[in-house]
């Protein structure tokens, strides 16, 4: 069997062993828990349709990783791992399931096989699924001449790579023959025809559909998020948030002077203003003690709060104060939390596919809990499992990733995808072991060119 895999250019020494290695499995476990979620959505019935991932494999390049494929013959709801075929790049079958006994038939390489193999050869997919939904089976009936089905202006186009809203999605349609197989030569003459297409409509059938990035959705447990340049425009923080506490110290000091909060406050800023003065940092000047009076001491902290603001200082004190100035304004309707507009949908999506999604940002907590608490679109909190700031670590320190590892409980780092702008970041995660993907949104800083990662303009991409 090594010769065979040999003859394909799969580049690994003991096939045997690989194949009964966790990375085969966890592929096949996959598969066979697809088959019986998509049982379940009636995306493939008991007998019909059929799904198939490449085995993920970073060691190996993606035109040679081995194949698993959902077998025909077993009932999908019933699907287990030990049911599945596993085969070569080329396609030959290293290794088939047990038969099984009286009144089960036994399990047979799907007659998609050969269609599925064309799309691995010539779309470079990660995974191809034939369903033969009703809704897939209906568009091919609209006008039975068509040999396209086209829609625009709907809002699910924005999930398919490539397309926006206003785009227009064309699926070409093939005629179907009295046997799958038979289907082999006009699906692959519909993916030369329409090269970009990640999909082929059979007429009374289904559809063959294929794509390269959600099988590595599928196998993340975890995605966490960085808030500036990821989820919401960096203008936002630094024109809305950043000019309303710095135009707002006074007045919020001045209302909430005698309460414990404040009070706290206060004190935490006395203490940085201290050690501002030993060390010598400009811009700061001594605070009267409390008996001088409620106005000297807002006077002397306001003077002292827009000097570090000025100096764009990252410090707990102005942390603190901005947080809770920011909350007052969003308790009041004056501000509002900004998310870019593919935002909740993703999170929702996620969120619905029992991935756990968690904020890493520098700004604080309770600042970062404050902004997905009254967006336009409402209260996002719901999605969302936790926050993480700056106290867990540096964000360009892989330790800072390492921590979170931990604290999120994941088996390994790369269950964990970190999307962020910040190109050091990513950096810091991936060398922690996480998944790395950098936005590029609108306003971002530029993006030198020669990296490794992955980009994306938009949440409906993942
Ligand atoms: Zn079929």
Not at 60 to 66: T, Y
Not at 150 to 158: L, P, Q, S
Not at 230 to 249: G, H, K, Q, W
Not at 293 to 309: F, H, T, Y
């Amino acid at each position: 069997m090594a010769g065979v895999a040999a003859a394909n250019g799969f580049p690994v020494l003991n096939l045997q062993a690989y194949l009964e290695g966790k990375t085969v499995l966890e592929t096949r476990a996959l598969v066979a828990d697809l088959c019986r979620q998509f049982y379940t959505l009636g995306w493939v019935s008991g007998t019909g349709g059929s799904i198939t991932i490449k085995v993920h494999d970073d060691s190996i390049p993606k035109p040679d990783q081995l194949i698993v494929m959902s077998p025909s013959g077993v009932q999908k709801e019933r699907m287990i791992s030990e049911d599945m075929y596993v085969l070569s790049s080329g396609g030959e079958v290293l290794s088939k399931p047990c038969p099984k006994s009286y009144p089960h038939k036994t399990p047979k390489c799907s007659d998609c096989a050969p269609l599925f193999m064309k799309a691995y050869q010539m779309c470079n997919a990660g995974a191809v699924i034939h369903s033969h939904g009703m809704e897939s089976c209906l568009v091919t009936m609209i006008n039975p001449l068509s040999n396209e089905f086209r829609i625009a202006h709907m809002e699910m186009i924005k999930g398919i790579f490539g397309h926006g809203y206003y785009d227009e999605l064309v699926i070409p349609i093939i005629e179907n023959t009295a046997y799958e197989r038979e289907l082999t030569k006009s699906l692959s003459e519909a993916i030369s025809a329409y090269p970009k297409t990640t999909a082929v409509l059979v007429r009374n059938h289904g559809i063959y559909v294929w794509g390269d990035s959600w099988i590595s959705a599928k196998t993340q447990k975890c995605i966490v998020l960085d808030i500036e340049g990821t989820t919401t425009p960096i203008s936002f923080v630094t024109e809305i948030l950043f000019p309303y506490a710095r135009d707002n110290v006074r007045k919020h000091l001045i209302s909430t002077y005698d309460t414990i909060e404040t009070k706290d406050d206060i004190e935490l800023l006395r203490a940085q203003v201290l050690d501002d003065l030993e060390k010598g940092i400009l811009g700061c000047t001594p605070i009267p003690p409390d008996d001088a009076g409620k106005e000297e001491v807002i006077e002397s902290l306001v003077v002292n709060v827009e000097a570090m603001i000025k100096a764009d200082r990252k410090i707990t004190a102005l942390k603190q104060l901005q947080g809770h100035i920011w909350r007052t304004g969003y308790d009041n309707n004056e501000l509002q939390g900004v998310v870019f507009n593919d935002v909740p949908e993703a999170l929702e999506r996620w969120h619905d596919g029992g991935i756990k999604i968690y904020i890493y940002s520098s700004g604080s907590r309770e600042a970062q809990r404050l902004i997905f608490r009254n967006t336009v679109h409402g209260d996002l909190r719901k999605y969302l499992c936790g926050f993480f700031d700056t106290t867990i670590g540096n964000k360009r320190d892989a330790k800072s990733y390492c921590e979170i590892s931990q604290s999120v409980g994941v088996d390994k780092p790369s269950e964990i995808l970190f999307i962020t702008d910040v190109y050091q970041e990513a950096v810091a995660a991936k060398a922690a072991g996480l998944e790395a993907i950098i936005s590029i949104r609108p306003g971002n800083a530029p993006l030198s060119e020669n990296h490794e990662f992955k980009t994306i303009t938009s949440f409906a991409e993942i």
